[in-house]
């Protein structure tokens, strides 16, 4: 028997309303009890681990993460990409399928099913293409993929721009019960940005990537969600009137959901003009680094800050923590996106979009969203488990008797500094390098067994 019981933690599991000071026993992974019944049914042979002074949640799952896997292993791995994930205190991610070959067959979804059984330390679900190769112009398979095990569909890193494709896409998906995850982004709009079109893009010269060309996607979806009766899920948000449109929407009874990611609701775009414009802007007010000497620095156009969709405005990204807040925005998410050096170091223009997000997606939400106070420990829990559990019909997020025991603790005020040598992942395209964080994972336990 492999026992395990976690003493003195403050469990929070926001999908059963518990928040109290107690013990968690898992016993063969699962969830065996809680509270007074774990310490009595312990035996003399089960592990403890001591976790006073931390959280003790349901393990935290990441929805959106690019593993590379097929076709770009040079940037990261199943195994170094879910070792990412057990340091940042994750026990599930769900893998993009923007892959070579994409994940549009069932044969490339059971590929990645065998390799995670023998190389990965959390869970790994599958996201399969919406479109062949995605390529948008024809629908894949969605049935031989829904039965081969996807959890959900989504050209991600591209988007559908044929809006009929995208009407069909929905229907097949509401027949197999899965949901549409988008990536918006109108081509027309778009065209070549690379930053948003704003102050910044000007003052540096870079071309412009308006938040219409987001936004107008964002009211295709919503459009099409409605005519369809299909669950659709608008990934990355970054813009104010994208949170107005799924807000508005949400009032009307849309099945709509939407995430938001670290760098969106922690930079803006005066990122891009270098560390000195950044923390002159709004830094030091908004995390609390004013006078400060350890701050970190880069120069302007450094393309660890170039992400897609793009760093936008200060009043989007308080558009962004204000969705967040109020429940508009359901999840959060890191949209780990590794890439090689030599990708990234080239000019601005032509560095690809991406950066890595799985070890400090927790300790940022933790600064931005709970040491604010701007959303409650069990509710920023809540959007790390129970909301991508339920979007994915997932049978996780919760620390019911009978669950499988993943499980997360960490301490939500311990300090630390996000260093390049300290990463898991194969690729150290993050901006945040240096940055003194606050919240950290301190175990990660993945079926009852520790992986951190």
């Known amino acids: 028997m492999n026992a395990l019981l976690l003493t003195g933690g403050r469990v929070i599991d926001p999908a059963n309303s518990f928040d109290s000071l107690a013990d968690l026993l898992l016993v063969d992974g699962k969830v065996a009890a809680l509270g007074p019944a774990a310490a009595t049914q312990a035996s003399a042979q089960t592990e403890r681990l001591d976790v006073r002074g931390c959280v003790v949640c349901p393990g935290l799952i990441d929805l959106h993460v690019h593993l590379r896997e097929p076709g770009f292993t040079i ?47 959390v869970n790994v679900f599958v996201a399969g293409a919406i479109s062949r190769g995605i390529g948008g112009e024809e629908l894949a398979s969605i049935g031989s993929l829904k039965r081969a095990g996807v959890v959900a569909i989504t050209d991600d890193g591209r988007c559908i721009q044929n809006n009929e494709l995208m009407r069909r896409a929905l229907e097949y998906a509401k027949m197999f019960d899965l949901p549409v995850l988008d990536h918006c ?52 948000l970054s813009a104010a009137g994208s949170v107005a449109l799924v807000r508005a929407a949400k009032q009307r009874g849309v099945s709509v959901t939407a995430e938001a990611c670290p760098h969106h609701f922690t930079l803006t775009d005066a990122a891009l003009a270098g560390s000195e414009p950044f923390w002159a802007t ?10 400060r000497t350890d701050l970190p620095q880069w120069p302007a156009y450094d393309t660890n ?24 925005i359901d999840i959060l998410c890191s949209d780990h996106a590794p890439h090689c050096g030599f990708e990234k170091e080239v000019e601005f223009d032509y560095a690809p979009f991406g950066i890595t997000g799985l070890e400090t997606e927790l300790a940022l939400a933790l600064m931005q969203l709970y040491h604010t106070q701007r959303l409650s420990l ?42 390049r040598e300290s990463t898991a992942s ?27």
């Open 185 to 236: 982004q109108d081509y027309a709009l778009v065209t070549d940005g690379v930053a948003h079109e704003g102050y910044w893009s000007t003052v540096l010269g870079l071309r412009g990537w308006p938040s219409a060309g987001e936004e107008m996607i964002v009211a295709r979806n919503i459009l099409l969600a409605e005519t369809t009766g299909g669950r659709i899920h608008c990934q990355h």
């Open 305 to 328: 800050f170039k992400m897609n969709p793009p760093l936008r405005s200060a009043r989007d990204r308080e558009a962004i923590l204000e969705g967040l807040a109020s429940g508009v």
């Open 426 to 452: 194969k690729s150290f395209n993050s901006p945040f390098y240096g940055w003194p964080l606050k919240g950290r994972a301190r175990a990660t336990i993945v079926g009852g067994q520790r992986v951190l």
């Open 378 to 419: 069990t509710d920023l829990i809540a959007k790390f488990t129970v909301a991508p559990a339920r979007l994915l019909r997932l049978e996780k997020g919760t620390l019911s008797v009978g669950a499988d025991a993943d499980v997360t603790v960490f301490d939500p005020d311990l300090e630390w500094v996000f260093e």
């Open 75 to 121: 940037k990261e791995t199943i195994a170094t990409g879910t070792a990412a994930a057990a340091r940042g205190g994750f026990t599930s991610v769900v893998c993009m399928p923007n892959t070579s070959p994409a994940i549009d067959s069932a044969s490339t979804v059971a590929l990645i099913h065998e390799r995670a059984a023998r190389q990965a330390k």
């Open 282 to 291: 709004d830094g030091k007010e908004v995390f609390g680094f004013a006078g």
